[in-house]
């Protein structure tokens, strides 16, 4: 929530993203709005993306660094 800020509707129902916002989350030309709970996150495309994407390798071994070695048992 670092940086975040209410923001309300215009009188035509626009929602106009304050300038130091729009510098400090680098967006450009294209967005991405992302729900989180009760509030609208706005993200710089390109930054989303890059956010959201992982490569699954890398979650397992994050995955069995937090939780350890998980042990399947075969039929």
């Given at each position: 929530?670092?940086?975040?800020?209410?923001?309300e509707?215009?009188?035509?129902?626009?929602?106009?993203?304050?300038?130091?916002?729009?510098?400090?989350?680098?967006?450009?030309?294209?967005?991405?709005?992302?729900?989180?709970?009760?509030?609208?996150?706005i993200?710089?495309k390109?930054?989303?993306?890059?956010?959201?994407?992982?490569?699954?390798?890398?979650?397992?071994?994050?995955?069995?660094?937090?939780?350890?070695?998980?042990?399947?048992?075969?039929?």
């Amino acid at each position: 929530m670092d940086g975040a800020d209410i923001i309300e509707l215009d009188s035509s129902g626009r929602l106009l993203i304050p300038k130091k916002l729009i510098k400090d989350g680098g967006i450009s030309k294209e967005v991405v709005l992302a729900s989180v709970m009760n509030k609208i996150e706005i993200w710089d495309k390109d930054r989303y993306e890059k956010a959201v994407t992982y490569d699954p390798d890398e979650f397992a071994r994050l995955a069995e660094q937090v939780m350890g070695e998980i042990k399947t048992e075969k039929p």
